[in-house]
């Protein structure tokens, strides 16, 4: 005697599976921090400045960098926090990705309390340029959408895309 029917065996578990899960709707749980910046640093010349190549280049101990909170300049480091101990970070090139020079890797102020929130890099012969972003914060998410180099807008997400590597020109007296 058959108390099922062989279509029930097949159908039951397909059945099973389809009303057993639900979609999960809402935010992604994910977190995205996108709040640094990359330069090249050349003299008049053309020069990499970062380049160990060359005998006058500059270490990171040649830049100080700074962040305007609660209208004072504070410098950036914190010793719970290891990836500081070596900020600015020099980057070598790499040309499978078609960079051909070093790069400066700062990170900006990102400071929600800040109106404009603002960076500061003060090289070795007491020249200082100054770094204003906008971003969004989003969620768990940060990013920059503009940037201000001493009062240049040098980007702007929506109207150039992907950040560039932008070439910051100085030349310093040796």
Same mark, same amino acid.
């Given at each position: 005697m058959k108390i099922f029917s062989r279509s029930f065996w097949?159908?039951? /578990?397909?059945? *099973? #599976?389809?009303?057993s899960?639900?979609?999960?709707?809402?935010?992604?749980?994910?977190t995205y921090i996108d709040t640094s910046f990359r330069f090249n640093v050349v003299n008049?010349?053309?020069?990499?400045?970062?380049?160990?190549?060359? /005998?006058?280049? *500059? #270490?990171?101990?040649d830049l100080v960098v700074s962040f305007l909170l609660d209208g004072e300049k504070v410098e950036?480091?914190?010793?719970?926090?290891n990836h500081l101990r070596s900020?600015?970070?020099?980057i070598e090139p790499e040309p499978l990705a078609g960079v051909d020079k070093y790069m400066l890797n700062v990170i900006l102020n990102s400071s929600e309390d800040e109106e404009i929130p603002t960076t500061y890099l003060e090289w070795k012969d007491g020249s200082a340029d100054k770094l204003e972003a906008e971003f969004s914060y989003?969620?768990?998410s940060v990013m920059?959408?503009?940037l201000w180099l001493n009062e240049d807008l040098i980007w702007d997400m929506q109207n150039d895309g992907e950040k560039p590597i932008y070439e910051l020109v100085k030349d310093f007296d040796q």
């Open positions: 097949l159908l039951a /578990p397909l059945a *099973l #599976v389809l009303f899960c639900q979609e999960k709707e809402g935010p992604c749980g994910c008049d010349d053309q020069v990499d400045l970062l380049d160990p190549s060359n /005998p006058d280049h *500059l #270490v990171t101990r950036v480091y914190d010793s719970k926090i900020y600015p970070k020099i989003s969620g768990n920059i959408r503009k």
